[in-house]
């Protein structure tokens, strides 16, 4: 028996905070009957469960390293009818979604998955899965201002963590410098914000890694399938990450 979060999460449906958010919601029916109660556990081998009148299967695991284009939805659908990633992944027959999310202006690396436990993994708040981008702006930011960042800065919704920053380019001719940042956290549009609050605002954002993953050799609105050991060594860096921020909690 597990929750029941869970093994709609395992099923592909999203991810397992979303799952949660579709039980309350009441749209989600075991044996017959709407449950909204997240405690409920449930065989996955022999209950019927369904989603908004739709059975639920268990999939073939998934999961895509996507190379975003600037303009594209990070969804799995848009009402107002806009690109979104999966249009980029037709020949994929599973029920794919992203973990996380890139703006609508920003390209990059996008994982999408059907593995709910695997996404949940990557993006709960308590993992710090570090994340990199490389940041256009225009002019060069004084390393006083790139230290903020690494130092972590006061934004609306608190400080920052710490984050790596480096510059990564300089170009005199067009007046611009491209700034490399790793941070650890994953709120919305958080590197833009960041760079708002040194007076210097991007003007192109691209997500270059994610974890231990790179996007090499993967061009724009294509994709490939994480290899065994990639999985293996993501899920291994979320918990380990975990871990020390444990010990430091502890040892504080």
């Known amino acids: 028996m597990e929750r029941l979060q869970k093994v709609l999460a395992e099923a592909g449906v999203a991810s397992r905070r979303k799952c949660e958010e579709l039980i309350t919601a009441g749209r989600v029916q075991v044996n017959g009957e709407t449950v909204t109660a997240l405690g409920v556990k449930v065989d996955a081998k ?9 059975a639920i299967r268990q999939q073939k695991k998934v999961y895509v390293l996507f190379h975003k284009p600037k303009g594209v939805i ?4 848009d009402p107002g009818g806009r690109k979104i990633v999966t249009d980029f992944l037709k020949d994929i027959s599973e029920r794919i979604y ?8 920003t390209e ?4 999408l998955t059907n593995d709910g436990e695997f996404a949940n993994l990557l993006t709960h708040p308590k ?12 002019g060069v930011p004084h390393g006083s201002l790139l230290d903020k960042l690494r130092d972590g800065i006061e934004l609306e919704d608190g400080m920052t963590a710490p984050a790596e920053v480096d510059y990564y380019d300089i170009n005199p001719e067009r007046n611009e410098t491209i700034v490399s940042i790793t941070i650890y956290e994953g ?25 231990p993953l790179a996007l090499t050799g993967v061009g724009r609105g294509k994709y ?29």
């Open 46 to 54: 022999k209950d019927t469960i369904h989603v908004d009148g739709r």
């Open 74 to 77: 990070t969804s799995a659908s």
């Open 98 to 105: 992203p973990v996380g999310r890139l703006d609508y202006d």
């Open 108 to 111: 990059g690396l996008l994982l």
């Open 127 to 138: 993992h710090h899965v570090p994340r990199t981008y490389h940041a256009t702006v225009k």
């Open 187 to 211: 709120r919305n549009r958080q590197v833009r914000r960041m760079f708002d609050a040194i007076q210097f605002p991007v003007i192109r954002l691209r997500r270059v890694m994610f974890g």
């Open 224 to 252: 490939r399938h994480l290899t065994d050991q990639e999985i293996k060594e993501l899920s291994g860096q979320a918990l380990k990450s975990h871990n020390i921020q444990k010990g430091n909690k502890h040892g504080s």
